[in-house]
């Protein structure tokens, strides 16, 4: 089957750093993004991975290992406006370029 | 201009009733998506389209039609609503990978439906 898990919320302070977990359970892999969405609004693009190691891009990393299954979304330097769902997406190989989900993880951050 | 656009942002409407929702993009992209957000489920594709004359079924595709009138145009039908129906519709869209953006999905900014 397939299945995507990330921890459902999570907290933080002002000016710390959080890592939010993705493990995925897929019948292929071609990719791994991630998302984030403030409530109501679009998800916005962050970041993908297709091979293993880190990604990064400003305060944001994120670090894949295909072996494991395993992904995670690194945020330094949180603001009160990194306050938001972050979803964790797989790819799987073919023509269908459909994207399995996970539910997000709500991330809020504290001052 | 937003890319991706949806109308209408907010629809209350009643069981039975026939409902459409609309997306236009000029991003030029060919592959357009619909999605629907229940509270703690996630995002399900309901249907998507690699080009104007491609039409495929996503995973929760029950209940629900879609048209592709353009390249830049994807509509989503509910030909009879059901207050399960109630939910967060997003369309999204992406280049197939030719732009080198590994064919990311960029998204609409939602059409929140109540079917009551």
């Known amino acids: ?111 | 201009d937003a890319d991706v656009t949806q109308t209408p942002r907010n629809r209350i409407t009643k069981t039975g009733k026939r409902i459409m929702l609309e997306c236009s993009q000029t991003k030029g992209h060919d592959r357009m998506y619909w999605y629907r957000q229940d509270p703690g489920l996630g995002l399900q594709l309901i249907y998507y389209s690699f080009d104007v004359k491609d039409i495929n079924k996503g995973e929760i595709s029950d209940g629900y039609s879609v048209s592709r009138q353009a390249q830049a145009k994807f509509s989503l039908s509910l030909e009879s609503a059901i207050p399960n129906q109630t939910a967060l519709y997003f369309c999204a869209t992406s280049d197939g990978g030719l732009a080198g953006d590994r064919d990311t999905q960029y998204f609409g900014p939602g059409t929140r439906l109540t079917v009551l």
């Open chain 1, 1 to 111: 089957g397939q299945n995507i898990d990330q921890p459902t919320e999570m907290t933080a302070t002002e000016g710390a750093i959080v890592q939010i977990n993705c493990t995925y359970q897929t019948s292929g892999f071609n990719g791994l993004f991630w998302y984030q969405q403030h409530a109501g609004e679009a998800p916005t693009f962050l970041s993908y991975n297709v091979l293993d190691g880190l990604e990064e891009k400003g305060r944001f990393s994120s670090f894949l290992s295909r072996s494991k299954g395993y992904s995670y979304l690194l945020l330094k330097e949180l603001q009160m406006k990194d306050s938001a769902s972050y979803l964790c997406a797989v790819r799987e190989p073919g023509g269908g370029t459909a994207l399995i989900f996970g539910k997000g993880t709500t991330l809020s951050v504290s001052s």
